[in-house]
Every structure is written in C-alpha cells, then in structure tokens.
C-alpha cells in the first residue's frame, strides 16, 4: 500500500476529506506530490510526539516476569532514560527557606569608613529618586486634574472619559507608591 493510498484511507476517516486531492499539481511532478502529500503526516507526527513525557517503570511480579509500564505498581522501580527530559516536579515540595549562614572568618571585610561612603551614595541616590517621584506623582496629579475635567460634548458617564480618569489615578498611584518604596528603602539605611 503506497503513501498516497494510506492517507486517502487517513482522510477517508476524517469527514471523507482526501489528503490526495488537497495538493492540485501539474503533470510531470510526481515525487514532488507525494513530498507535498507526506509532510502533512510527518507534521501531525511531530506535534503529536513532542509532548509526550512519561514515566517508564520496571516492575518483576512474583513469577519473576518483568513488565515495563507508565503505571506505577507497588514496588516498581522508576527507569531514568538517558537524554529523556526530566519530569516536571509536583508542587507539593514546600519551597525551601534561605538559612542564615554567617560569613566564614576568613571571608574579605571592608572597614567601617568604606561602608559608610557606600551608604552615603546610595542614601544620594535614594534621595535624588524619591525627589523625581515626588516630581512625577505632583505632574501626574496635575494631569488627573486636568483629565477629569469634561470635554464640550462629553458626559461623566462616557466610557472615553471613565477610561481616560482610571488611566490617570493609575498613574497617580504607581507614582505614590514608588514613593513609597523609596521612603522605606531611605529607613532601611544604616
């Protein structure tokens, strides 16, 4: 049975669709029809295989007859294939926590004026960022004024308007809330 004849049959079981009739070519290209016929199965082959994931497991009942399965039995034992993915993990592990481990004691110190000139920057920095975000939340604010003003025409009830004040007081509150998060990082500071 050639090619052709398999996947008439194939498209036969699908709504009676043909697979051969799908390609109209001229005559003359008959290796190039089967090449156009025989990538539609090669294609559906490879989709169909490329997630298929499974655990394969050795099981010896108690005639001593070995059966290899998907299905975990009481005392199977789990096959790692080489080059075969890893299984994806369940979930159920609890993720772990970080431990506090102290610095070993030959680890690499730096002296209390070095540290104190690295906090100095960083404070300049958190201060040059939180002075921007005020900035920014003051215009964004401004801005939101503005916006919820009506236009000629328009209703507070529109949604061009609903959706051009929520826009707005979005802003505004990630504006607040980087603000926010600057202030808590500047009290972190030693």
């Known amino acids: 049975m050639g090619v052709a004849q398999v996947l008439t049959r194939v498209g036969e079981a699908l709504n009676g669709f043909k697979i051969v009739q799908f390609w109209p070519l001229p005559k003359g290209y008959a290796t190039l029809r089967l090449m156009e016929i025989t990538r539609l199965p090669l294609l559906l082959c ?6 298929a994931q499974a655990e394969i ?16 039995r009481k005392g199977a034992k789990r096959i790692d294939l080489p080059g075969a993915p890893t299984p994806l993990s369940s979930g159920s592990k609890a993720p772990r926590r970080a431990s506090y481990n102290p610095s070993p004691t030959d680890f690499p110190r730096i002296d209390a004026g070095t540290q104190k000139r690295r906090d100095d920057v960083r404070r300049q920095v958190l201060q040059d960022e939180i002075t921007g975000e ?12 503005l916006g919820e003003r009506l236009q000629p025409g328009e209703r507070n009830t ?17 504006h607040d809330q980087n603000v926010s998060s600057i202030q808590r990082e500047l009290v972190n500071l030693k």
């Open 46 to 51: 490879l989709i169909l295989a490329a997630p």
């Open 57 to 72: 497991y050795k099981y010896v009942d108690e005639n001593g007859q070995v059966t290899f399965t998907d299905v975990y």
């Open 134 to 145: 005020r900035r920014n939340a003051d215009e964004a604010r401004r801005q939101l004024a």
């Open 158 to 174: 529109d949604s061009t308007y609903l959706n051009r004040v929520k826009k707005l007081q979005a802003t505004v509150q990630q």
